[in-house]
């Protein structure tokens, strides 16, 4: 059983940063894909962004050119910067993991663009 853990969301004012960070049990090496997801209020999850075993990445258009997906294996951690922010953004955050045919999810963590 794959374990993730999400931390960092905040309150941050538009324009504002944050780093998201997930912490996942066992060998992130063994993972297919993770990637970060996230749902608004009254709305569908939806990708925000994803990186393969190989590091190949890809983002949401709404998130092209401000956020950055990176891992870290030897600490079992994803990452997500997140960079001019925009209320839009506002949302639970959740990450997930691949491993053959199974998906696992995170218990999510908020983040809050407000002024």
């Known amino acids: 059983q794959v374990q993730l853990v999400e931390s960092g969301g905040d309150l941050v004012h538009p324009g504002g940063s944050l780093r998201l960070s997930c912490a996942a049990s066992g060998n992130m090496s063994n993972f297919n894909a993770m990637g970060w997801y996230r749902q608004a209020p009254a709305k569908q999850r939806e990708l925000v962004a994803r990186?393969?075993?190989?590091?190949?990445?890809n983002y949401a258009d709404s998130v092209k050119g401000r956020f950055t997906i990176s891992r870290d294996n030897a600490k079992s951690t994803l990452y997500l910067q997140m960079n001019s922010l925009k209320p839009e953004d506002t949302a639970v955050y959740y990450c997930?993991?691949?491993?053959?045919?199974?998906?696992?999810w995170g218990q999510g963590t908020q983040v809050t663009v407000s002024s």
């Open positions: 990186i393969t075993a190989s590091g190949s990445t």
């Open positions: 997930n993991a691949e491993w053959r045919v199974f998906t696992f």
